[in-house]
């Protein structure tokens, strides 16, 4: 443990001078990673070192100010979720409903501020004009700008829906349904935060492809653009997974996102090799040859990439540790505590899968050169993301484990009345196909018909004309046309009554 | 709330085994001990993970008719919604915030009434509406004298 910290330490050594004049036009800085704690023999780096623990991932994975205030709550109050006993809006269940709602509020805005940041170096490469006599990402090269913006189009979407299912749980008025609701945001901010990921990757790429192009005139044109296009087809099938936004393939993908994220960081290290033998061969100047290192520097895939010189793979066999100050990869932080906690409170309350927090810190912490297709976290990570069979059982779509993931779906809100739910708001993101739940065959039809009590007639409890009769009746009685949070909260209490879980699962409409 | 647990096993001989263990012997007689109780918490006093609301529901329509006593049921349901939507009794004034609550526990009601007497409950509530009670009450039985005269016992 200790050789690899040194090792570690020295090889960041070796990258960090490579990078230290070389990195004017960074503006990466980011305030919150702590310092390394590398040893006061190697302090003669002071540069940027603090800068590289949240380079990394998605900025969403890195921290802010409000999350130290966040950190100092009591650890148990998520505990409540899902209980059926915190129906009055003041008790645990509520203020754990309003803990929730926060965590997705800020991871929310944290993927929104990385997707920001991707446009930026999107639109930066797209402008940059080519310079007299060199090359530049134009011409058959926009295609992959285009592939960017493309994807900036369904991640935006993902994103205003989880915005308006927060907006829209923040107001339901009930603490239970509020949290079914936060539930329904988190295949939506899981595919735009590894959407945003991939696409931060992609851009990695675009940089490297630039600074080939304008620093290595003996470089193929024809073989960049055939490897950029390999690495497109790597990411396609992932990246129309996640834009698919259901909540299986979302799942699937993201689980998978390691194993990608290998595969990848193996393309861009082999482009970059090749880059630098070729600019060698052709005797390029130092300066060139730093401006395609330099892309290393800024990169996403930068914690997973070996090492040149020497090519050690330096991350290999090094462990991911719990910390006080959060998830450890040798001497560094891979992701803080307070991430860790916002985690822990989406993974408590259901909204984001342990396996997919799990490929995230793996992604973070450089995990991703091993052979694995999946690796599981270390017992104290996984303990401190507040792990634990339950926790596995709520997030239903989850592949692993959840017996129900094979149990039908079912429409909550009746489809027979649709177009009613539509008038009533039930549009985009909160249509009525959103609201499915898997229910077992036999609890389906005790709902719908009473289970055994032979009453000889048809059941005054079954599911659909109870909830129809009730908001039918409500809203004539109001005399006016019901919202839809009132709706919610309406078809709250029968869920409860029929000891219906919330949580919601897209489901397809007849 | 469960994760569907209610509905595993023999819920019904489940249920009763729970009524009689509290000393009742009859579904209706447990419900009638907690006037103002909703189903949902009827249903956790009887079993916290293990038994439904709308499965207490059931058996106490189940016992009534049998009894002959589906009116009073009613009745007795309209006690539990309103004590759930208007925990402080009838409003004082009918603004339209309060006529929500008032057409949310009703349409509950509705709802939770046997079709047989659907149509008894929908003119009760136009009673209800069109000749509205004093503010603040709340009845805390089916036997309230009010609630009585709007839904007065047929059965024989």
């Known amino acids: 443990m200790r050789a690899d910290a040194l090792l570690l330490a020295v090889v960041l050594l070796a990258t960090g001078c490579a990078s230290v004049s070389q990195a004017p036009g960074r503006g990466r800085s980011l305030s919150y990673a702590p310092r390394e704690a590398s040893s006061p023999a190697w302090v003669e780096t002071p540069s940027d070192e603090p800068s590289r623990a949240g380079d990394l991932l998605p900025r969403a994975f890195s921290g802010s100010e409000q999350r130290l205030l966040r950190r100092q709550q009591p650890r148990d109050d998520v505990t409540a979720v899902g209980d059926g006993s915190v129906e009055g809006a003041v008790g645990g269940g509520a203020r754990s409903a309003a803990s929730t709602r926060q965590a997705v509020v800020e991871a929310t805005d944290e993927v929104k501020g990385s997707l920001t940041r991707v446009e930026a170096a999107f639109s930066k490469l797209a402008a940059r004009p080519p310079a007299l006599g060199e090359w530049g990402l134009t011409g058959v090269f926009t295609r992959y700008l285009d592939q960017g913006s493309k994807q900036v189009t369904w991640l935006h979407g993902a994103l205003g829906s989880a915005t308006a299912l927060t907006d829209a749980a923040s107001e339901v008025g009930d603490t239970d349904m509020e949290l079914g609701l936060l539930r329904m945001t988190g295949p939506k901010l899981q595919a735009a935060w590894f959407g945003t990921h991939l696409l931060a990757t992609w851009v990695d790429f675009l940089h490297l492809a630039d600074a080939v192009l304008r620093n290595c005139p003996m470089c193929s044109v024809e073989k960049l653009f055939t490897d950029l296009h390999r690495v497109q087809g790597m990411m396609e099938p992932t990246l129309t997974d996640l834009a698919s936004l259901d909540p299986e393939r979302v799942e699937a993908a993201t689980t998978a996102m390691p194993e990608l994220m290998g595969k990848l960081t193996r393309e861009f290290d082999t482009l970059q090799r090749e880059t630098r033998a070729t600019m060698k061969l052709g005797g390029q100047i130092i300066a060139a040859m730093q401006a395609v290192e330099m892309v290393t520097m800024i990169s996403t895939l930068k914690m997973s990439l070996p090492r040149v010189p020497p090519s050690a793979p330096a991350t290999l066999g090094v462990g991911l540790v719990m910390s006080s100050g959060g998830v450890m990869v040798g001497s560094r932080i891979a992701v803080s505590a307070e991430w860790v906690e916002m985690m822990r409170r989406l993974v408590q309350a259901g909204v984001i899968s342990v396996p997919a927090v799990s490929a995230a810190v793996l992604i973070q912490g450089g995990q991703v050169m091993m052979a694995q297709a999946y690796q599981d976290l270390p017992k104290g990570v996984r303990d401190a993301l507040g792990d634990g069979p339950e926790v596995r059982g709520m997030h239903e779509t989850g592949r692993a484990g959840a017996g129900m993931s094979d149990a039908p779906k079912h429409h909550v809100l009746p489809q027979e009345h649709r177009e009613w739910f539509e008038q009533r708001g039930f549009k985009g993101a909160m249509d009525i196909d959103q609201f499915c739940v898997r229910l077992e065959q036999a609890h389906h039809e005790a709902i719908h018909g009473g289970g055994n009590w032979q009453l000889g007639r048809m059941w005054p409890g079954e599911w659909n004309r109870m909830i129809m009769d009730a908001l039918f009746k409500a809203e004539a009685r109001a005399g006016r046309m019901l919202t839809r949070n009132t709706i919610l909260r309406i078809v709250a209490a029968y869920l409860k009554e029929y000891d219906i879980p919330m949580n919601f699962i897209p489901g397809r409409g007849r | ?156």
Not at chain 2, 7 to 30: C, H, I, M, P
Not at chain 2, 44 to 52: C, N, S, T, V
Request: hydrophobic residues 40%; negative net charge.
């Open chain 2, 1 to 156: 709330m469960t994760d569907g647990r209610s509905w595993k096993g023999n819920w019904k001989a489940r249920l009763y085994e729970r009524v009689r263990e509290r000393g009742y012997d009859s579904l209706t007689a447990f419900a009638e001990a907690r006037p103002t109780a909703s189903l949902v918490a009827l249903a956790e006093e009887l079993g916290r993970d293990d038994i439904a609301g709308v499965q207490v529901f059931g058996g106490l329509v189940a016992e009534a008719e049998r009894s002959k006593q589906l009116t009073r049921l009613v009745r007795g349901q309209f006690v539990r919604e309103l004590y759930a939507c208007l925990p402080t009794g009838w409003p004082s004034v009918l603004d339209d915030d309060a006529r929500l609550e008032v057409a949310i526990a009703l349409g509950h009601w509705f709802a939770h009434t046997p079709e047989i007497h659907k149509e008894r409950v929908d003119r009760a509530s136009d009673a209800l509406l069109a000749h509205p009670p004093p503010p603040g009450w709340q009845p805390l039985g089916p036997d309230d004298e009010l609630l009585r005269t709007l839904l007065p016992d047929e059965e024989a």
